[in-house]
């Protein structure tokens, strides 16, 4: 033993003891790894949110000094961000000037022009300014920014912004600094309007860049009430000087002195700027974010057979994304700060860690055994997969450690990051995800066990009643010719491609979603920039309420966070200043009124309604950082205009310089513009509000006209793209009538097909089993009657036994002449109903039940004596094995109580005499006429033995023109498919027959007690077996040897193997010289034909063997109870591999070149692939149906339904068409279904055969 | 920039070239053929039939690998955009096509032409690609695709040999992760092999110019982003021509 095995031991043992662990406490390890993901990511509180929004530190202006580039250790709050200089200093003066006392002389336009006029005296002032000490003489031009040259793209900003030298910015600005352009602007408000971009902008626009507060404060407008004008001298700065700032405060001050102003002068703000994210960078990002979310949809998908496949995704999501988190947290912990755009790598590190292990691990459980024990499930699926898991791990670490010695710090530190996060994620996946797929397999397990129970019991139901509790109310159905499919998705037919598409988006609600999408998103982002100053409202709100209040936005105190954001043009700042109350309003100071007040108590004017005669200019709190009432974006764009960038930097906001206007209304009068005047005067006071939200009204109209005329447009796609109107054809659709064609909900019917069945009447019971050879076809109804049809015409050949002779004495061959289209309904319902628990009883071809009749009789049959409470008698207390083994076969001669039912019932319905006007012996309850039919000798005994009608038959097959029958009395007959003659029986087993195989010249018995028995059929004349039958038809089907009627045929037991199998044999299949049997003993066993020697015993599944298939071409497929299918190869008696599909018995198997077709007893039909065994799709199908399948062609797939037969398109699953049997479509099921040759096929249908023909594909084999 | 303009416009030169060397008469037969079954299938579908010819599957495939390479080429060329981008959406729109408007169709038809041979390579050697056919493994591929485009275009490398020595091994390391075969190697390193010469000759002839050439006349990690986006738009390619029969099918189950 090598190391290596011996280390896969090792670690297979270890995960299988961790699996059982898992499984056993689930609860307590979820608790200990969540307790562990959340300490894990503690560290990452210490993290700055992520977030382009700006970040501000607060420092004191009296210590200040350039902070030095080097880390200086702790410094207790300083963020790292503030090193070095900055790139700018601001210094704002900020002015407010009025026109006071205000004059009913003056017109609107006096509020602003000379206020305004002021700007440029100002300038010169500050222009002007030099500090004279002993160090040497500063002045403005010394310290200001010294900018260059506008952004080549800005022509249109050239005439106002400062092209070269200092930085300043003012109103004035506008009109390039010089007061005689101003003196000659007509019209003010048009020059400053001109500049506004048009439409609607969130960054800053050149209005407020120059006036440096939000557009609403200025003042500058006609309709002002308060008539004070407001702006800021803004001044950049290169360097600081602090002597050189305060005698220019000093100056200011002094000049124009605020006597009420109280704001602080102490603070400077520093405020960094996160990396702006521009389209051109979203547009990579969002792509890995979509490749990123497809990969995850990808893997996800895959998780199959669960209870919950959502909690299992969300599971393994949350798996990788908190063994991120943690990595992240661990990283921090140990002293490394990440220095990456998380949001870039994010992708990367989900796509390295991935979801494979996470899958691998579902998928390894899922295919456990279902029978075992949940923990050992898990412990087996985790020890299977170990090996793999921890190769690949090692693999990716070493693949990651490769990485590492690249000695680029940005991929070590991914590197690192990755190798944290594997771990770490590997953690997650032992405990968290393992205890939550043990903790869903357990629920499955639960939720499957009602529905289960029945089926794994192999037990038939002794009444009709339900096989599974979901089925105990018959599904509602609107019509019976209506198929209803359960998903929608399948129900579409032959569309047109356009209605394809709109039926999509409308099934997958793809607009709604992304509406709702949109939406959230869209929440998201103004929650996350604030452009409405919803923060700084809230915080108003909270500081209003606080004792503590401080008011507003400037009472932050002084540590690192996240700007409280500010309130963009768009915003609504009056609201927020309306709750602020002055904060100097609980001490009103004296000199907190303007001159010439003359005394009014501190009467906010906001509130007052009447316009004081004598504007105010009062000095709050919220003037102190008027610029954070500006867009977070002011100052990036404002150097971005001289293509300086702030991102990752950080400027310093000074404290603002105060300066205030009074201007006399002489003054104000001077400097007016001839043109001035023409400005009618002051509306009236109501509609003062209304202009500055007239834009919001504007929008309001539009987005209101945009909406209406939404509607009418999609109102015309509808009623272009939906001709019909459905209101008024609900009623029809509610009860349609009865031989309509189906239609699906959309109100789309196919178009009418030439496709109809032709119903072979005849058997005056269920029909038991079904054979062809392509040329004839024999069907065996309980009553133990075996017809033999024409399979191109449908014409009934021979009927065996031969009681049609006797019967054909007085009434002829009737049934054949006039079956199917003179004969009532109400017949075969008559004998359908009388016959209904016989049906529902037991399935004689398999030994187990797979087909029972599920829908109660519905009310049709009022007069006919109800036998349920007949029937339900003696199965119960069998124990289902006993059943299987000994079938209760004699038991079920329930011939007594029917009869007794009769009588009671009498009189019985006039259409049964009606239909059988020889009264004769089949009038009666079908086991007494079988009793009766036993002593009537076949009329030519031609063979050796006589047929026994005393048992039933229970399998049958036909080649050639031979019959070969198999009885429940473990006889075996031949019968003459032409002649109607026994030619010879064999008595040689006990056990009752319960499949055939009829190859060549052998035929293959398997019994109840699972022995295997090999027969040779011998033809005396030799040359016999050479005839072949007329020419080869229209198709192409293989010539079958023909034995004529004067050969002796003998039947010899060739081989017998006792115990085949330890169970009863439930299927029997015969292809290529192969027999292969299935059990319930769970073995599949192949057989050579020739020698009858057992050539393999194929051991895979853990549940009885139902369906096999194979083929010439020597595939082998096994479907089982525990609702897996293994593909075998037969050569070699290896499996090729195996999978599950349904929760549930597999009933039927059928394989194509290129896949296989399986369906189940949870109606589900299946399609792989066969080569890999990957599940290409699944058809989910109405309740109760898709037992029986049906290959026609390479791509058409034709199951059974209730009463129906539905073909689908196997390369697309789409429906193709559904050929309805009959208009008593009641609760018949379609059970067995043949393919014939020549491209139709055969189903029983009731007591009725029917043939349907395939046009298509009958053109295409041409 | 301009690097990955020059290197998508190489790569779709590459494959045109490529497609003329490799399959000149092939290439040729192959669009009579297509021709033909355009017709047949018209014809097919004037009859009623249903049955999808397989050379309409060919130009679905093509036509979705032709978007996907117009899509990446638009993406990747945005990623090697420089930082200084403009806050004004209409300039965004002017980075996003600043390129030659021939370059996304080329690198589209680069991309259908290489997707399409990978799986013909395959099924004319006979060994189908089997080692983790998935969508989810496509998309990884991608992903990491993409990785490599961004380490290229935007982490700082000590020197020259460094990048291409690290880009070198991710795309080597792509390969292995999500290839394995010997036949999506040779034809990586064909598509590669040919692109940079293809390239050379390009700027020897002065059409264009690279800022740093240090390999000959371009950079020295151009092969290795031509390897790897060979190897993912061949692992698109092969995974479109395993699921494309089911693919109108895949739609449906996906939403359902």
Not at chain 1, 202 to 213: C, H, K, N, S
Not at chain 1, 649 to 657: F, G, K, N
Request: with cysteine; hydrophobic share 40%.
């Amino acid at each position: 033993m090598t190391v290596r095995e011996r280390l896969r031991e090792k670690i297979s043992a270890a995960f299988y003891r961790h699996g059982l662990l898992c499984a056993s406490y689930p609860v307590p390890i979820i608790l200990f790894t969540s307790a562990s993901i959340l300490a894990c990511c503690y560290p990452l509180l210490r993290l700055p949110l992520p977030g382009t929004g700006p970040v501000e530190f607060t420092t004191r202006v009296r210590d200040y000094t350039v902070p030095s580039h080097e880390p200086q250790g702790d410094l207790g709050e300083r963020p790292d961000w503030y090193r070095g200089p900055p790139v700018a200093y601001i210094q704002q003066v900020l002015v407010k000037a009025a026109v006071s006392p205000w004059d009913s002389t003056l017109v609107p336009v006096d509020v602003f022009r000379s206020p305004l006029g002021r700007v440029f005296s100002l300038l010169e002032e500050i222009r002007n300014h030099v500090h004279n000490d002993g160090s040497g003489v500063r002045s403005l031009e010394a310290l200001c920014l010294q900018v260059t040259d506008l952004l080549p793209g800005l022509r249109r900003m050239q005439t106002v912004l400062p092209e070269h030298g200092c930085l300043l910015v003012s109103p004035g600005n506008y009109w390039q600094n010089q007061r005689e352009l101003f003196d000659s602007d007509p019209d003010l408000l048009k020059t400053v309007h001109q500049h506004e971009p048009k439409g609607l902008h969130t960054t800053a626009t050149l209005r407020d860049l120059l006036f440096g507060v939000p557009v609403k404060h200025t003042g500058v407008s006609l309709y002002s009430r308060k008539r004070v004008v407001t702006y800021t001298i803004t001044m950049v700065l290169g360097s600081y000087d602090a002597r050189f700032l305060s005698s220019l405060r000093a100056r200011l001050r002094q000049l124009h002195p605020s006597v009420n102003c109280s704001l602080r002068e102490d603070q400077m703000v520093h405020v960094h700027f996160k990396e702006e994210i521009g389209m051109a960078e979203l547009i990579p990002l969002v792509t890995t974010y979509i490749i990123l979310f497809a990969y995850i949809y990808f893997s996800t998908r895959k998780i199959d057979m669960v209870k919950s496949k959502w909690g299992l995704a969300l599971a393994a999501v949350v798996t990788v994304l908190s063994s991120l988190l943690m990595s992240v947290g661990l990283c921090t912990l140990f002293g490394l700060t990440p220095t990456l755009n998380g949001g870039e790598i994010f992708p990367y590190l989900v796509v390295v860690i991935g979801l494979e292990n996470v899958l691998v691990l579902t998928k390894s459980v899922v295919s456990t055994p279902v029978d075992l024990e949940v923990k050992l499930r898990i412990a087996q699926g985790l020890s299977n997969e170990s090996w793999s898991i921890m190769k690949n791990m090692a693999t990716e670490l070493c693949i990651i450690l490769i990485g590492y010695f690249t000695l680029v710090p940005a991929i070590q530190e991914f590197c690192l990051f990755a190798v944290v996060g594997l771990v770490s994620d590997f953690f997650l996946q032992m405990f968290f995800f393992t205890t939550v797929l043990s903790i869903d397999i357990r629920r499955m397990e639960l939720a499957d066990l009602n529905r289960r129970l029945p089926a794994e019991a192999g037990m038939p139901l002794p009444k009709p009643g339900p096989l599974r509790p979901r089925e105990a109310p018959p599904p509602p159905r609107p019509s019976p010719h209506t198929i209803t499919l359960q998903t929608p998705a399948f129900r579409n037919l032959r569309l047109p491609k356009r209605l394809r598409v709109v039926y999509f988006l409308a099934r997958t609600r793809l607009a709604q979603r992304f509406i709702m999408v949109g939406t959230v998103i869209w929440i998201g982002i103004l929650a996350y920039t604030d452009p409405a100053g919803l923060r700084t409202y809230l915080a108003a709100q909270v500081s209003e309420q606080s004792p503590l209040g401080e008011g507003g936005a400037g009472g932050l105190p002084p540590h690192l966070g996240v700007a409280p954001g500010f309130p963009g043009p768009g915003g609504d700042p009056a609201s927020t200043l309306s709750v602020l109350p002055a904060p100097a309003e609980p001490t009103p100071l004296p000199e907190n009124q303007s001159q010439g007040h003359h005394g009014a108590p501190r009467d906010v004017p906001l509130q007052t309604q009447a316009p004081p005669l004598v504007p105010q200019i009062s000095w709050g709190a919220e003037d102190e950082e008027g610029w954070r009432k500006l867009s977070f974006r002011h100052w990036p764009s404002l150097f971005s205009y001289y293509n300086i960038t702030l991102a990752k930097r950080y400027i310093s906001i000074l404290p603002v310089i105060p300066v205030t206007l009074h201007l006399s209304p002489r003054e104000a009068i001077e400097t007016r513009h001839p043109q001035d005047t023409r400005h009618p005067p002051p509306p009236s006071l109501k509609t003062n509000d209304l202009p500055a939200d007239l834009t919001l009204y504007k929008v309001a109209a539009l987005g209101l006209a945009a909406g209406v005329l939404l509607v009418l447009l999609l109102f015309c796609l509808y009623r272009v793209l939906c001709s019909r109107n459905y209101g008024q054809n609900g009623v029809a659709h509610g009860r349609r009538r009865r031989g309509d064609l189906p239609c699906d909900d959309y109100g789309y019917s196919p178009p009418i097909s030439e496709i109809s069945p032709l119903l072979l009447r005849g058997h005056s019971m269920d029909i038991e089993c079904l054979a062809s050879d392509g040329m004839l076809l024999a069907s065996c109804c309980l009553a133990g009657q075996i017809r033999v049809w024409d399979a191109q015409t449908g014409d009934c050949l021979t009927i065996i036994p031969k009681h049609g002779l006797r019967r054909s004495s007085s009434s002829g061959c009737w049934e054949q002449r006039d079956g199917w289209d003179a004969m009532g309904v109400a017949e075969p319902e008559n004998l359908g109903g009388g016959t209904e628990p016989g049906g529902g009883v037991f399935d004689e071809d398999e030994g187990y039940p797979l087909r029972r009749r599920t829908t109660p009789r519905p009310a049709l049959f009022e007069n006919q004596p109800d036998l349920t409470p007949l029937i339900d008698t003696n199965f119960d207390s069998q124990p289902p094995s006993h059943l299987l083994l000994t079938p209760p076969r004699d038991g079920f001669d329930f011939g007594g109580l029917v009869e007794r039912a009769y009588l009671e019932h009498e009189p019985p319905s006039p259409g049964l005499t009606a239909s059988y006007p020889s009264s004769s012996p089949l009038s009666g309850p079908p086991p007494q006429r079988r009793r009766s039919l036993g002593y009537i000798q076949p009329p030519v005994p031609q063979g050796q033995g006589t047929p026994d009608w005393e048992s039933a038959v229970w399998a049958m097959e036909l080649r050639g023109n031979l019959i070969a029958a198999g009885r429940s009395s473990g006889k075996l007959e031949l019968w003459d498919a032409v002649e109607g003659s026994l030619r010879c029986s064999n008595e040689d087993g006990v056990s009752g027959i319960t499949a055939l195989a009829f190859l060549n010249n052998r035929i293959v018995a398997a019994r109840l007690d699972g022995s295997l028995d090999f027969f040779t059929v011998d033809i005396n004349k030799p040359l016999g077996l050479l005839q072949y039958r007329g020419p080869p038809g229209r198709s192409n089907m293989p010539p079958s040897p023909c034995y004529s009627s004067e050969d002796v045929i003998s039947c010899q037991l060739t081989r017998s193997v006792q115990c085949a199998h330890q169970k009863p044999i439930t299927v029997l299949r015969a292809a290529a010289g192969r027999v292969v049997t299935g059990s319930q003993d769970h073995t599949v066993r192949v057989y050579r034909l020739e020698d009858s020697c057992c050539l393999f015993t194929l051991q895979g599944h853990s549940g009885g063997i139902t369906a096999i298939y194979i083929d010439q071409t020597m595939v082998l497929a096994s479907g089982g109870q525990d609702g897996a299918i293994c593909l075998w190869d037969v050569l070699t008696g290896s499996r090729v591999s195996h999978v599950y599909g349904h929760r549930g018995d597999v009933t039927s198997l059928v394989c194509t070149t290129s896949c296989v077709i399986s369906s189940g007893l949870d109606d589900l039909i299946c399609i792989w692939d066969r080569s890999t065994g990957i599940k290409l799709y699944s058809i989910q199908q109405e309740v109760g149906c898709g037992a029986s399948l049906g290959v026609i062609s390479e791509s058409l797939l034709v199951t059974g339904g209730q009463g129906c037969v539905s073909f689908w398109d196997l390369n697309f699953g789409d429906l193709l068409q559904t050929v309805y049997l009959g208009q008593s479509s009641d609760g018949q099921g379609v059970r067995q279904l043949v393919v014939l040759n020549n491209a139709a096929i055969v189903c029983d249908f009731g007591s009725e055969l029917s043939l349907v023909y395939v046009p298509s594909v009958l053109e295409k084999l041409d | 920039m301009p690097r990955l303009e020059e290197h998508c416009w190489r790569r779709s030169c590459t494959s045109r070239v490529e497609s003329k060397n490799y399959s000149r008469e092939n290439w040729v037969a192959s669009k009579a053929e297509e021709m033909m079954s355009i017709i047949t299938s018209v014809l097919s579908n004037v009859y009623g039939s249903l049955y999808s010819v397989q050379t309409a599957n060919l130009i679905r495939r093509g036509l979705v690998l032709f978007t996907v390479g117009v899509f990446l080429a638009l993406v990747l060329n945005l990623l090697q955009v420089q930082r200084n981008v403009t806050l004004f959406p209409e300039e965004v729109m002017a980075t996003l096509f600043s390129s030659a408007w021939w370059i996304p169709p080329c690198c589209g038809t680069a991309a259908a032409v290489v997707g399409l041979l990978y799986p013909c390579i395959d099924s004319h050697l006979g060994e189908p690609h089997k080692f983790k056919r998935e969508w989810a493994s496509v998309m990884r591929c991608i992903a990491v695709f993409v990785g490599i485009n961004h380490a290229s275009a935007k982490l700082d490398f000590a020197n020259n040999v460094q990048l291409s020595l690290t880009l070198a091994a991710l795309s080597l390391g792509l390969w292995w992760t999500f290839d394995r075969s010997r036949s999506g190697f040779g034809l990586g390193i064909g598509t590669a092999f040919l692109a940079t010469v293809i390239t050379q000759l390009l700027v020897y002839n002065g059409v264009y110019q690279y800022t740093y050439p240090d390999f000959l006349y371009v950079r020295s990690w151009l092969p290795c982003i031509f390897f790897s986006g060979g190897v993912t738009v061949g692992n698109i390619g092969r995974q479109l021509a395993m699921v494309s029969p089911r693919e109108h099918f895949f739609f449906q189950t996906v939403y359902s």
